[in-house]
C-alpha cells in the first residue's frame, strides 16, 4: 500500500509538473503572438492605410489651384511619409526581409517624385497658363499613382502574410 500510495503520489506531481510546463510554454507563446506579430501585424496595417492615403494626397497636390492648396498637400504628404518611415522601423525591429527592403526603396522611389511632382506644380502656379507644366505635372501624377499602387500591393503581400503566420501561430 505505501508502495502504491508512493507511486500515485509521484505520478500527481509527474502531472502538475508536466501541466506547469505546458502552461508556461503556452504563456510564453502567447506573449510571442502579442508582443511581436500582433504588432508587426498593426504595423503592416497602418502601413497600408498610409500607402492609400498618399496615392490621394498626390492627386490633390497635383489638382492645387492656389500656393496656400499647394503648401497644405505638401504638409500632408510630408506627414504621410514620415508616418510610413516610422512603421517602416517598426516592421524593420521584428524582420529584416526582401520584402520590407523592396518596401523601403519604393518609398524612396515616391519620395523623389513627390518632390518632382511638387517642384512642377510650383512652377505651374507661378507661370499659368504655361500648357508644359500641366503636361508634366500630369505625367509625374500618373508616375506617382503607378508608384503607389505598385506599393499597395507590396505592402498588401506582407500584411496578408503576416495575418497568415498569426492565424497559423
Not at 503520489?9 to 502531472?15: D, E, Q, R, S
Not at 498618399?54 to 490633390?60: A, C, K
Not at 529584416?96 to 515616391?110: N, Q, S, Y
Amino acid at each position: 500500500t505505501l508502495l502504491a500510495g508512493l507511486l500515485i503520489v509521484l505520478a500527481g506531481i509527474f502531472a502538475t509538473t508536466a501541466a506547469w510546463i505546458g502552461l508556461a510554454r503556452q504563456s510564453e507563446s502567447l506573449q510571442h503572438l502579442s508582443n511581436v506579430e500582433v504588432e508587426r501585424l498593426m504595423a503592416s496595417t497602418r502601413l497600408l492605410q498610409q500607402v492609400e492615403l498618399l496615392d490621394n494626397e498626390g492627386r490633390l497636390l497635383a489638382l492645387s489651384q492656389t500656393r496656400a492648396e499647394r503648401r497644405q498637400s505638401e504638409v500632408m504628404l510630408a506627414d504621410r511619409m514620415d508616418w510610413a518611415q516610422r512603421l517602416m522601423l517598426e516592421l524593420r525591429q521584428v524582420s529584416d526581409d526582401e520584402a520590407l527592403a523592396a518596401i523601403d526603396a519604393r518609398l524612396g522611389e515616391i519620395r523623389a517624385n513627390l518632390h518632382e511632382l511638387d517642384q512642377a506644380v510650383r512652377r505651374q502656379l507661378d507661370v499659368p497658363g504655361h500648357a508644359g507644366f500641366g503636361d508634366v505635372v500630369q505625367r509625374l501624377l500618373e508616375q506617382h499613382e503607378t508608384l503607389t499602387g505598385a506599393l499597395s500591393a507590396q505592402v498588401g503581400l506582407v500584411t496578408s502574410g503576416v495575418r497568415r503566420q498569426v492565424r497559423d501561430h
